[in-house]
């Protein structure tokens, strides 16, 4: 018989849970609680969680360092499963209102790709909350979503997976800019127009 065996220390806590018939046991079940690790503190009160492992598979066999990322909102008890779409969206959505702000914003988390601290960069940098999420949210999360593709492919691309992308929208926005400043000095050229 084949076993996925793994070795890597775990931390265990205590959970006694006798059997019972199964719906009865499914509903104990469901009452354990989540374990995780809190890795960052925003300043709305959220914080950024990791739980291991994460489950995750590659070519049939699971990445034993793999970790989930969350967002957890102590206040109302929920968990966001934070995603690279859902960080992209929020940023598109940020360059619609506007792309400066949404080109700075991707520029300070190129800074974190790079191995600076979220908290160091935002010292460093004034960044506005145009819609969505805070700006804090996007670089705290993406340390750690980093982090977890840096241990699922080590070999691979890792973090340049998903910054790939959002170069490519930083580009974007950069273009959006330009041709907005262009139809601006048109408009501006045309009011001084005289015929």
């Known amino acids: 018989m084949k076993k996925n065996i793994y070795t890597h220390e775990i931390e265990l ?57 969350w967002v957890y909102n102590p206040s109302n008890s929920t968990l966001w499963l934070i995603s690279h779409k859902d960080i992209y969206n929020d940023l598109k959505e940020k360059g619609n209102v506007n792309p400066i702000e949404a080109i700075k914003i991707i520029d300070a988390l190129e800074e974190v790709f790079k191995g600076e601290e979220p908290d160091d960069v935002l010292k460093s940098t004034n960044l506005n909350t145009l819609t969505g999420e805070p700006p804090e949210l996007l670089l705290k999360a993406y340390k750690w979503i980093w982090g977890q593709e840096d241990c699922n492919y ?37 009011i001084g127009f005289h015929f």
């Open 13 to 69: 806590a205590n959970l006694q849970i006798k059997n019972k018939p199964r719906e009865e046991f499914r509903k104990l079940l469901e009452k354990v609680k989540y374990r995780g690790y809190e890795v960052e503190q925003l300043k709305d009160g959220r914080k950024v969680v990791i739980t291991k492992p994460g489950g995750k598979f590659t070519f049939g066999r699971i990445r034993r360092e793999d970790f989930m990322v």
């Open 154 to 190: 080590p070999e691979g691309e890792g973090r340049e997976m998903s910054m790939k992308g959002l170069r490519e929208l930083r580009e974007m926005l950069k273009k959006i800019q330009e041709w907005f400043n262009e139809a601006l000095s048109r408009k501006e050229a045309l």
